[in-house]
């Protein structure tokens, strides 16, 4: 057998523009018409999500021969691990720091994630995300419960659908959270005790400053500073972060913030902005925050199954009252009041999940003060977790007279089948909830009970724990959607349901996906939780006026979105969303639609070719059948079983 050598810089290598295009599955030129060149670009992500995976087998490779051989007794200076990096960066010629990057991903995806490393291999998750999910898993290196969190991930990514940055973190904190919820509140705990405000000196009399705080603090901080930065004329020469930076300056400072255009004050209303008067003016601060009232309960014990180290690789607690195991009664005790939560692991199905017994939450007063200029509804309502378990939906005030709003949705369980496992308890005495707070992520129950014991959250809950259906659309305006259903879909849909975008929904728009028919309703899309769907600014822009066609209806297990792109391509929507944070969200019920009555009467005229607009949507509602019709045999596929008779 002859080794051939594959790539730059080495001799004897063939380099890969040498090598057979046919052989690797890619088209002999690039020179081709853009649909087949989609394809070929899926093909050769593909092919580099192969290769990446091929070269951290390598580095770990390295790794297992130069370092792991060395680790307990080297004393060196620069240690195994230095060295081998070193000797990676110079034969890539990059820096030490990517060396030492690539060797830690590939020994964590090795020993730590293997089976996220077989989705790699296998194309299903694209080389971007790695580091992603590498970096917010470090924290369960060497826990028994680390194979449980892996082959949750890599379950979840094998889903159909497309992932966003934003959705890869929600879903990884999501696990993360349920599999090591005391881990998460004691880091929480030490993160509020350091935080901390620092200025570091940098060039050319410039300086940094960073104040670290909780995330709802600065999500207030930030959306202060954005209004204020926007108080400007068209004419204002500075770039956007550096109106940011001014109107944070005098936010803090209490000085002027004004527009620095060169017309007189006369011709700029924005010359001088008073902050007293523009504080007073402002709308409220509104931040969205998805839960259920389970978590603001708190902790509740966990049920039997739970209590027992699923994992074959369970490390004992290093209490020393618990070397020996512990017999199972004095663990399992405290479950009369018929209260109990299964697992809820992200990435296992709706189906197997349980209801949670926990008596109702009464809603708090909700606050009056206009929310006018929010790009939401001001009378935001929760989402409802399961029949017995009220959602609520909470605001919280800020500290300069500022509101933020929390709403919740619901989160119930479901267990993941491991037939293997050690007999040692693995501490999970209790199991506590998540909630989902808009533009920063997952956060700990902990978290969530800490908001809404402040005095300034509102909390609001939807529904009344019955079947009874909420109502789809304002009274007066079969177009615009009700509070509730506002609600509903942001917590639902997250982020924009546009693949690759990250881009919360609540700071979005809530598109109708069959485009509405204003002039006659009954032929268009339907104000209702199949028909609409969050989307940022620019991708309803582009869906209402580019050739892009969209579409969404209900699964039996799920709601199905696509995207058809103007060539022709179908992609699959986003593969993680508010049903797996809180799959309490399917009994949520709405009714219809209001039908709406007789037109008036128009007189008489002649016929003419329907407008433009009328005929894209005619086009479009068209294409969307065809892909339903063509997509139907591939989600649910004949069934050849002869039947029993």
């Known amino acids: 057998m002859v080794g051939v050598q594959v790539g730059a810089g080495a001799t004897g290598t063939v380099p890969w523009a040498a090598l057979d295009h046919a052989a690797l599955g890619l088209p002999a030129t690039t020179d081709l018409p853009s649909a087949r060149a989609l394809d070929a670009l899926v093909h050769a992500a593909a092919g580099v999500a192969y290769l990446k995976w091929f070269e951290y087998r390598l580095a770990a490779a390295m790794h297992a021969e130069l370092v792991e051989p060395f680790e307990d007794e080297d004393r060196r200076e620069l240690d195994a691990f230095t060295r081998c990096a070193a000797t990676i960066a110079t034969t890539l010629s990059v820096t030490q720091w990517a060396a030492r990057t690539l060797l830690t991903d590939a020994v964590a995806l090795r020993d730590r994630l293997p089976r996220v490393a077989e989705c790699l291999r296998d194309g299903v998750v694209t080389p971007h995300h790695i580091r992603t999910i590498v970096s917010r898993t470090e924290l369960i290196e060497g826990q028994c419960y680390a194979a449980l969190v892996d082959a949750d991930i890599a379950r979840a990514l094998r889903r159909p659908g497309s992932w966003s940055p934003a959705r890869m973190e929600t879903m990884i904190d999501k696990m993360l959270h349920r599999r090591d919820p005391d881990a998460v509140r004691e880091r929480r705990d030490a993160a509020k005790q350091n935080r901390e405000f620092t200025v570091e000196t940098g060039r050319d009399g410039m300086a940094t400053a960073m104040d670290t705080r909780s995330a709802e603090d600065v999500a207030a901080l930030a959306e202060a500073v954005r209004r204020l930065a926007e108080q400007v004329c068209p004419k204002d020469t500075r770039s956007k972060a550096a109106r940011a930076s001014d109107a944070h300056y005098a936010l803090v400072t209490q000085t002027e913030f004004g527009c620095d255009c060169d017309r007189p004050i006369t011709d700029c209303r924005y010359r001088n902005i008073d902050l007293e008067k523009f504080a007073a003016n402002s709308p409220r601060i509104v931040i969205h925050l998805v839960t259920d009232t389970t978590t603001l309960d708190g902790p509740v014990p966990a049920p039997e199954n739970e209590r027992v180290c699923p994992s074959a690789q369970h490390l004992q607690r290093p209490d020393p009252d618990t070397s020996a195991p512990r017999p199972q009664a004095e663990t399992d005790t405290d479950t009369g009041t ?176 069959t485009e509405y028919d204003h002039t006659h309703p009954e032929r268009g899309g339907q104000t209702s939780a199949s028909g609409l769907g969050a989307k940022c600014r620019f991708h309803h822009l582009l869906k209402t006026f580019g050739d892009f066609v969209d579409d969404q209806y209900p699964d039996p297990s799920r709601l199905i979105r696509t995207i058809t792109i103007p060539e022709g391509r179908t992609v699959l929507g986003p593969a993680f969303t508010g049903h797996d944070v809180h799959p309490g969200l399917d009994t949520i019920v709405f009714g219809d639609s209001p039908t709406p009555g007789k037109p008036p009467p128009k007189p008489t005229e002649r016929q003419r070719p329907a407008p433009r607009t009328e005929q894209k949507h005619a086009r479009r509602r068209q294409e969307r059948h065809r892909n339903r019709i063509r997509n139907a045999p591939k989600r649910h596929p004949p069934d050849d079983t002869p039947p029993p008779f």
Not at 493 to 509: E, H, K, Q, Y
């Open 338 to 513: 018929g209260t109990a939560v299964p697992a809820d692991p992200a990435a296992t199905e709706p189906s197997v999940s349980e209801p949670v017994a926990t008596k109702p939450v009464a809603a708090e007063p909700v606050a009056t003060e206009p929310v006018a200029a929010e790009p939401v509804a001001a009378e935001t309502v929760a989402t409802e977790a399961v029949p017995s378990d009220r959602p609520i939906v909470t605001a919280r005030t800020g500290d300069s007279g500022d509101s933020a709003e929390l709403d919740g949705a619901a989160a119930t369980g479901s267990a993941a089948d491991y037939t293997q496992g050690c007999e040692e308890p693995i501490g999970l005495d209790f199991v506590d909830g998540v909630g989902f707070l808009a533009g920063i992520g997952i956060i700990s129950g902990a978290h969530v009970r800490d908001l809404a014991a402040d005095p300034r959250t509102v909390i609001r809950p939807l529904g009344d724990g019955t079947d009874t259906p909420l109502p789809a659309t304002q009274p007066s305006n079969p177009y615009r959607p009700s509070a509730a259903l506002d609600a509903y879909i942001r917590a639902r849909d997250l982020f924009c349901t546009w693949p690759g975008c990250n881009r919360p929904a609540w700071d979005g728009d809530l598109d109708h996906i």
